[in-house]
């Protein structure tokens, strides 16, 4: 019971940090994030120092602690392999709607990618928040597989959209939403 509570601040230290650089989830990233990211670093640095200290103090082996840090730091290394891997996806489309004045100066930018999923990036001021899911491309008929899209959009983007060669963009099949714009 002493060992797990001796790494469990450790463990949750390591899972904040990993919560806040995840993006391959649906994630919020905002200016904070400066703050936060290296205040989480500095912490599991002291958290580690203090393990080792209270380790050696004792003159115990140092076998538990070397290996609960490289298991954690495999881990946090799988993590950013995962990043990694996202931020490489080929993308097929990047689509956008425009900011107004209505939508507090909201912007929404919409990639898909080449392996059927979808990333929206829904920013404004300092802040942005990021959803992925997939979406089937049919024909010239596109569908975010998500029935939620349209609540964490405010109703900006809806399921179905069909494509129109002349422009590249994308028209809502749904009424009441915006077209989704081509970036190319």
Known sequence: MKLILTYLSLAILFLLLTYHTRIYADFIASYSNLVIIPLLILLVIINIILIYHYTLKKQKNLKIPHLVIVLFTILFGLHLACNYHQSKKEITYELY???????????YEIKL???????????????SNHYFRTYKLSGDTL???????EDKTEDQITTYYKKDHKTGNFKSLNKGYNDLKSQH
């Open 97 to 107: 709607i425009s900011p107004s004045i209505m939508l507090k100066q909201r912007g």
């Open 113 to 127: 990618y080449a392996n059927e999923t979808y990333e929206i990036n829904d920013s404004w001021h300092g802040e």
């Open 143 to 149: 569908l975010f597989k998500d029935p939620a899209v």
